[in-house]
């Protein structure tokens, strides 16, 4: 909504330290000796404006990730008669990733001039803060800069699979007839998945508002005294060396789309050397918080000094999840080319069902609360007023025996069978036209990570108000009154995972007209509708724990399945054509266009956060000890990735040893996720068109060479976020969206060439 302006903050927003006294925070850790970093415009001191500029951060990131994947598969097929045939297949697979990711912040202050171009994307320039004092060289200076932030992440994920089937064949007539073949087959797959996948812990360093902040004097020259600090010796003492170098993202900056010049990032040989890094924001460097500095994920220790798994992962970081699934079939072929309906109509297809059990068992680790807080209600007393309760006097010893820090191993076992039935049938109406209807059942199994069991169960909450929905009143006409008082609900919760939950099913119809006018043309009509089941969805629910010789129900906010998951139907029409008939060259001419329509209905996004297969829950559960998401969570009623409108449009080359493609796809917007990670809020990829395209040319039968471009418009990609919708709080609220994001992913051109043995 904002068009244009210059973006900065009154004077005295300022702050270099937790002291109270705002000067002293002015005056702290300037970058130049003698001066404070953000002039006092108070009594006897003179400033042009009473603008000071605003924080900003440029953050310098290594993702260094690596995947293995190693896969060994046979294939025997047997003709045992000439009528009964045999399919054998085995699959072995072994597949592992490891990321290291490690992100450093380098904060200073600016003027933000902002406008928006001509296509609605921001643009912002950066200016000198009014009352800053700078060093030289102004925001190309590292010296002018501080480390506000650090934070790390791995993750070492493995997974092994062995899976086996056999199919068998018997064809019934093969004269031909209503009855052609019968099918039955097998399958069974194991699967055993291991990850590792840990917190983003996030470490202050040098930030303005740190008792040892803004960590100025770059080259460790000049240490800035903080006198203002709580702590002992907080004085900032300091980088080590090798934090600023000369790589920074200067061409990319200079491009004119973000005309700021040379920006100070920090220096990519010391971000993507651990150890150096941990040596130049260490404690002993610059005095961070408690002297620490910045712990390393693999530097940490258990609560109880236990070793860390794999040497770099606590018990909440780690899912083990094995699935085991058996299947069988069976499936009859009726009809053929010489079987026929009313005389003319030609009739094909098949009617089946699959039956799939699936096994999960899930381990993992429960943690108990202590009992701090139910000790801390001290003895029993009498009520102290009218609308006044003691919980203290409905305290049980299996309360405080279960409460007692401690935690176990833990084991969860599911088991589930699905049927899925299926019908396919082709009317032949003419050699040209066909009808064809099909009907099945197709299941989704769970993301494995909302399967996850580790468990940390919280203490009771103790509201003693008289609103609180824990006490409980011998009457409904008596609540609020403490006389009346007959008990205290001592509710254990937690954030948990759900191995109980089954696959996410959808019985799917579909009705399409084709007409085929030559070898390579065709138009085709088609419906669908989908009923969704068993769609997941943010809920509590219960489970029982024994602990210390007591059982206690917990309530648990997680994953569970909806039996009612919403509708889907659509429409799609789709053409194509080679201009065959025209003469030469002309000739390997050729289209294809379809267009697809969506409506969706009566779904009930699911709300959930996975982070890395790990995250079971929504509002808060985004990483251990992180809550990014926070507050009532608005329902979107939309399918992430569905788009209501989208179209293809494809030219084709198809003449000899050349193929040329040249495809346009738009898309109406779409929901990228329901609960963003970052803001809590649905966001939506708003529509957009991309041209992309291909040249191939063979030489001989062995070798091809290719040229693929895509986004060869330049599309920038726009994002816009719903504000305001159907929650708990606002039920059936009429949405309400603002612009939140531009993407922007260049032109892309790949070079390759295939060689066939």
Partial sequence: MLQSGMLTQGHGSWAGSFSPNIQDAINTGSAVPGVPFVNDCGPGFTCSTLRDGLYFQNEARDFNHTEETKDVSVNVKWDVTSRLHTILDAQYIDAGTHNDDILVASGSMANYQYSVNGDGTPQVKLLPGSNVNYASGGLTNPHNYWIPFIQGHVEANGGIESAFRADVKYDINKAGGWLDSLKVGVRYADRTQTVRYSTFNWTPIAANWNCNGPGFNIDNTTPAPYPACAQPHADFKGYGPGIWG???????????????????????????????????????????????????????????????????????????????????????????????????????????????????????????????????????????????????????????????????????????????????????????????????????????????????????????????????????????????????????????????????????????????????????????????????????????????????????????????????????????????????????????????????????NSNLITAGALNAGGVGAFGAGQNAVTGVVIDSHRLAGVSTNTFNLVGLYEKGPVGVRLAYNWRSDYLTANLDCCIGLPVFQKAAGFLDGSVRYSIGSHVEVSLDATNLLDTRTQYKQQIFGDSPTSPGAKPVFMDSGWSRVDRRYQAGVRVKF
Wanted: charged residues 15%; glycine residues 10%.
């Fill in 246 to 604: 000369n790589t920074n993202f200067n061409k990319f900056y200079d491009k004119g789309v973000y005309p700021n010049g040379q920006l100070v990032f920090l220096n990519k040989g010391t971000i993507t050397n651990m150890s150096s890094l941990i040596s130049a924001l260490s404690g002993a460097n610059t005095n961070s918080p408690l002297g620490t500095g910045y712990t390393a994920i693999c530097d940490r220790k258990n609560a109880d000094g236990s070793a860390l798994i794999d040497n770099c992962f606590i018990p909440s970081d780690v899912v083990q999840v094995d699935e085991q699934t058996k299947a069988g079939y069976v499936m009859l072929n009726f009809g053929g080319a010489n079987t026929n309906i009313f005389e003319q109509i030609n009739v094909v297809g098949n009617v089946g069902v699959r039956v799939v059990q699936t096994k999960e068992i899930s381990g993992g680790s429960v943690g108990y609360p202590a009992s701090t807080n139910l000790l801390a209600l001290g003895a029993c007393t009498p009520p102290l007023g009218t609308n006044v309760v003691n919980p203290a006097c409905y305290l049980t010893p299996d309360l405080i025996a279960f409460s007692n820090g401690g935690g176990s191993p833990d084991t969860f076992k599911s088991t589930h069978t699905n049927a899925l039935p299926s019908f396919n049938v082709r009317f032949g109406l003419t050699d040209k036209d066909f009808v064809r209807f099909a009907y099945s059942r197709a299941m989704s199994r769970p993301n494995i990570g909302f399967l996850r069991d580790f468990v940390q169960i919280n203490s009771p909450f103790i509201n003693m108000g008289p609103d609180s929905p824990y006490v409980i009143y011998n009457s409904p006409t008596a609540a609020h009154i403490a006389a009346n008082v007959t008990g205290y609900k001592f509710v254990f919760n937690s954030n948990a995972g759900n191995t109980a939950l089954r696959p996410e099913s959808a019985d799917q119809f579909d009705l399409s007209y084709e007409r085929y006018f030559g070898p390579t043309s065709s138009l085709t009509l088609g419906t669908f509708y989908k009923k969704l089941s068993n769609t997941l969805s943010l809920a509590n629910y219960t489970r029982d724990f024994t602990n210390n010789g007591a059982t206690e129900t917990v309530q648990i906010l997680g994953p569970i399945n909806e039996k009612d998951g919403g509708k889907v139907a659509g429409a799609e029409l789709a053409y194509q054509t080679f201009f065959d008939f025209l003469p030469g060259l002309l000739s390997g001419l050729g289209m294809q266009a379809n267009y697809t329509y969506v409506n969706q209905s009566g779904i009930k």
